[in-house]
Nanobody
Framework: YLVESGGGLVQPGGSLRLSCVAS????????IGWFRQVPGKEREGISG????????YYIDSVKGRFTISRDNDKNTIYLQMTSLRPEDTAVYYC???????????????????WGRGTQVTVTS
C-alpha cells in the first residue's frame, strides 16, 4: 500500500530524500505524514501534508531542514532532508489518513495505513 525508500547512511550535514509511493491516488487520502522511531522510543510525527490544500506542518527540530512535498502524477510523497544530524537517525515511516480530520494530524493514532519504514543513519 505504501512503500518508503531513500534511506541510507549519511554524514552529519548531509542530505537525503525519502520517497513514499502509494498504491492509489494521493487524493484518496485526507493527509500523508512522515514519522520516525528509534528503539525504545515512541513513534514521532515530524511532518505532514493535507491533500486538499497542501497545508503542512513540521516539528520544531526539523523546521528549516526538512521539506515535505508531493507528486500527484507519481502518487509519491517526498521528504527532503538537509543538514542532517546524528539525532535524526531513526527508521522513517510514511502513513496516510483516511477520513476527514481537523488540520494536519500529528498523532500516529490518527493514521490508518503505514509503510514498513526506511532506515536513516547519520554518523561520521
Amino acid at each position: 500500500y505504501l512503500v518508503e525508500s531513500g534511506g541510507g547512511l549519511v554524514q552529519p550535514g548531509g542530505s537525503l530524500r525519502l520517497s513514499c509511493v502509494a498504491s492509489g491516488s494521493l487524493d484518496d487520502f485526507y493527509a500523508i505524514g512522515w514519522f520516525r522511531q528509534v528503539p525504545g522510543k515512541e513513534r514521532e510525527g515530524i511532518s505532514g501534508i493535507r491533500s486538499n490544500d497542501g497545508m503542512t506542518y513540521y516539528i520544531d527540530s526539523v523546521k528549516g531542514r526538512f521539506t515535505i512535498s508531493r507528486d500527484n502524477d507519481k502518487n509519491t510523497i517526498y521528504l527532503q532532508m538537509t543538514s542532517l544530524r546524528p539525532e535524526d537517525t531513526a527508521v522513517y515511516y510514511c502513513a496516510v489518513v483516511v477520513g476527514r480530520r481537523r488540520g494536519v494530524p500529528r498523532d500516529p493514532e490518527d493514521y490508518n495505513y503505514w509503510g514498513r519504514g526506511t532506515q536513516v543513519t547519520v554518523t561520521s
